[in-house]
């Protein structure tokens, strides 16, 4: 039952923080406070996606490894790339960039742990009742290897998941999304 629910919350924390995307819509041009925020989400968890137009009117129109935003304007937006050097787009093409969020993901992770502790928790403790009624653990009539007596192991394993949640949602991340405005 352990190994169980531990992988149905390690499979729910992964789908709910793929999911999770934030956004925040932008004015048009992004402020130099605006740009600042996204390259330094950017910076700090090394990931930036471009998000397009769709489709795309041609493939040599795409940025290999963004890596922030060096400059915008009307017609333009210059991107940061890999090796130090700026690539620009039409600004028509670029609908905003995405970026993790850590620290969301974080918090989304430790939820879903704790999540997944307390339903096990409670599932422990309705077994746990239907034992003692019957004579509890320490009676010949229940045979019971002995963990499933002890609280000490459930809130122990409990206060793994919520760990293992936050550490997964850590690495995952969460994604926010940086929209540019319909304004331009």
Known sequence: MRFGS????????TGLLAAGCAHDRMAWPPTA????????AAQDNHWLRVEYVSPIPSPNLRVGRPTGIASVDNDEIGFLVADGETSKLPAR?????????????????ASIGT???IVELAAWFWV???WDRRGGCGSPAVDLS?????????IGFGAVMILTGAALGYLIGSRRTFDFGPDR
Do not use: F
């Open 6 to 13: 531990t992988t149905a919350a390690l499979i729910a924390s």
């Open 33 to 40: 406070t605006d740009i600042q925020r996204i390259n330094e």
């Open 93 to 109: 093409l670029v609908t905003g960039v995405t970026v993790k969020d850590r620290g969301r993901g974080t918090l989304i992770g």
């Open 115 to 117: 999540a997944a502790a």
């Open 128 to 130: 746990k009742s239907d």
């Open 146 to 154: 002995g963990d499933i007596c002890e609280t000490s192991t459930y």
